[in-house]
């Protein structure tokens, strides 16, 4: 987990610059600016921005968060609409399937078997296989994509991040789950939420991490750290499986549960952004 954590945030430093040119030049000419003070007196501030603030975009000395440019580009918009469609329809689809079933079908029971038996000699590996699904782990992971995204002023991807984990889960647990009511040993289990957790955290860091490359590590960062994050994904599904919780279609459904919902946040969360050029582009065309 700590290993992934430090991938995550060696990513994150590439996509987004630390410090605004803006504001390196600004603390440059702070610094090169002639000095005819006296001891005690405040900063020396250049003549030519004395009694100004810093402008828009420069962050002196802390943090200043904008809303950012969109999470999506217009090609991605659709791809991501598309991948959304897609997640609802396959959830649909195999919930109406299984809605009110107690046993698993023959598929499942052809996956599930031998990873059931196989996990079932080896005591306790099935519990740490589920583990990075849980709410602390995840919770651990959110909080550290979070951090980084306020720390770089990026308030929408930061907003995507605390959102991501919790909204997949009202979508599984508060929806789909009594909807379609599917169960497992008496408890309620379509879709699986563990799995669901996992692959929003990886959809949340394959998007943040949409971005044109810096360098050559910083593009094979980009492809390998989400790719690591959904065989994770694919490790808890197999120990929810092992741990007799979920069936195999439970957590195929987890994980459209959770790539849809960042879908959708994304693209709700770029929609004031969307608007405002939408207004510029109007104002234009008309003045």
Same mark, same amino acid.
């Given at each position: 987990?700590?290993?992934?954590?430090?991938?995550?945030?060696?990513?994150?430093?590439?996509?987004?610059?630390?410090?605004?040119?803006?504001?390196?030049?600004?603390?440059?000419?702070?610094?090169?600016?002639?000095?005819?003070?006296?001891?005690? #007196?405040?900063?020396?501030?250049?003549?030519?921005?004395?009694?100004? $603030?810093?402008?828009?975009?420069?962050?002196?000395?802390?943090?200043?968060?904008?809303?950012?440019?969109?999470?999506?580009?217009?090609?991605?918009?659709?791809?991501?609409?598309?991948?959304?469609?897609s997640c609802v329809i396959l959830v649909t689809v195999l919930g109406v399937i299984f809605a009110h079933q107690t046993t698993a079908?023959?598929? #499942?029971?052809?996956?599930?078997?031998?990873?059931?038996?196989?996990?079932?000699?080896?005591?306790?590996?099935?519990?740490w296989l589920a583990a990075p699904g849980s709410q602390l782990p995840a919770a651990t992971l959110s909080a550290v994509i979070v951090?980084?995204?306020? =720390?770089?002023?990026?308030?929408?991807? $930061?907003?995507?991040?605390?959102?991501?984990?919790?909204?997949?889960?009202?979508?599984?647990?508060?929806?789909?789950?009594?909807? =379609?009511?599917?169960?497992?040993?008496? $408890?309620?289990?379509?879709?699986?939420?563990?799995?669901?957790?996992? =692959?929003?955290?990886?959809?949340?860091? $394959?998007?943040?991490?949409?971005?044109?490359?810096?360098?050559?590590?910083?593009?094979?960062?980009?492809?390998?750290?989400?790719?690591?994050?959904?065989?994770?994904?694919?490790?808890?599904?197999?120990?929810?499986?092992?741990?007799?919780?979920?069936?195999?279609?439970?957590?195929?459904?987890?994980?459209?549960?959770?790539?849809?919902?960042?879908?959708?946040?994304?693209?709700?969360?770029?929609?004031?952004?969307?608007?405002?050029?939408?207004?510029?582009?109007?104002?234009?065309?008309?003045?």
């Amino acid at each position: 987990m700590d290993q992934l954590t430090r991938f995550i945030v060696t990513l994150l430093r590439y996509s987004e610059p630390m410090v605004p040119v803006k504001q390196r030049a600004w603390t440059r000419a702070l610094r090169d600016a002639p000095s005819s003070r006296r001891p005690g #007196d405040g900063p020396v501030v250049p003549e030519s921005q004395a009694g100004t $603030a810093p402008p828009s975009g420069y962050r002196v000395p802390g943090v200043r968060l904008r809303y950012g440019r969109p999470l999506l580009g217009p090609a991605a918009r659709l791809w991501a609409g598309v991948l959304l469609t897609s997640c609802v329809i396959l959830v649909t689809v195999l919930g109406v399937i299984f809605a009110h079933q107690t046993t698993a079908d023959r598929l #499942d029971h052809a996956i599930d078997s031998p990873i059931i038996t196989w996990l079932g000699s080896h005591p306790g590996l099935a519990a740490w296989l589920a583990a990075p699904g849980s709410q602390l782990p995840a919770a651990t992971l959110s909080a550290v994509i979070v951090i980084f995204c306020l =720390f770089t002023g990026r308030l929408n991807r $930061a907003l995507l991040a605390v959102a991501a984990v919790p909204a997949a889960v009202g979508v599984n647990d508060g929806l789909c789950k009594p909807l =379609f009511h599917r169960t497992y040993l008496g $408890a309620l289990s379509y879709p699986s939420g563990h799995t669901a957790t996992m =692959f929003a955290l990886a959809a949340t860091v $394959a998007l943040l991490l949409y971005v044109p490359p810096r360098s050559a590590r910083a593009t094979m960062l980009r492809l390998v750290i989400p790719a690591a994050a959904c065989v994770l994904g694919g490790v808890v599904a197999v120990g929810v499986i092992g741990l007799r919780w979920h069936y195999f279609t439970d957590t195929v459904a987890g994980a459209a549960v959770g790539i849809g919902t960042v879908c959708g946040l994304a693209l709700l969360l770029d929609l004031p952004i969307w608007l405002r050029q939408r207004s510029v582009l109007r104002a234009s065309a008309g003045g």
